[in-house]
């Protein structure tokens, strides 16, 4: 059993920067990847950016060279650096965890981006 819990979203305007922070509690140990996701009205949610355990990372094309993924294991929190966002970054942004295959993904509740001016 994993717990998730996201903070960092509010309102920005273009060009501004944010970072999301996703605290993991319970069963850390048992984490293996984890990732940061978006679901903006009307479309599907995607993946943003991915960190494994051993700090390897990938990002969507859109955000690459702007956002960064980082984790920090001695506070068991996973970090998103958003920096010159865009209107199309306007999206709710969920933290997964990702378990051993007898437990599946853990998903935090999302919290809110709105890029606007």
């Known amino acids: 059993q994993v717990q998730l819990v996201e903070s960092g979203g509010g309102l920005v305007q273009p060009g501004g920067s944010l970072r999301l922070s996703c605290a993991a509690s319970g069963s850390i140990f048992s984490i293996n990847a984890m990732g940061w996701y978006r679901q903006a009205p009307g479309k599907q949610r995607e993946l943003v950016a991915r960190?494994?355990?051993?700090?390897?990372?990938n990002y969507a094309d859109s955000v690459k060279g702007r956002f960064t993924i980082s984790r920090d294991n001695a506070k068991n929190t996973m970090y998103l650096q958003m920096n010159s966002l865009k209107p199309e970054d306007t999206a709710v942004y969920y933290c997964?965890?990702?378990?051993?295959?007898?437990?599946?993904?853990?998903w935090g509740q999302g919290t809110q981006v709105a890029v606007s001016s």
């Open positions: 997964k965890a990702e378990g051993p295959p007898w437990s599946g993904n853990y």
């Open positions: 960190i494994t355990s051993s700090g390897s990372t």
